[in-house]
């Protein structure tokens, strides 16, 4: 869990207790784009590897 994943929660949680929409929808929106991240992140790591491995043989 990242630091913008637990933005995007209070984000979230926040709105939800005000009522308001916009903000609850931004944390919403944080949250996806810190998902995002993670699996562009997990995706760089696996091609990297992918790459030592081949160069390696």
Known sequence: MSIDD???KV????GDA???ESTKAEGKIDQAKSDLQDKAN???DKA???FN???DK
């Open 53 to 55: 491995d081949a160069t």
């Open 11 to 14: 984000k979230e949680a926040f």
């Open 42 to 44: 997990e995706v760089k």
């Open 48 to 50: 990297a590897e992918a």
């Open 6 to 8: 637990i933005k995007g």
């Open 18 to 20: 005000t009522g308001d």
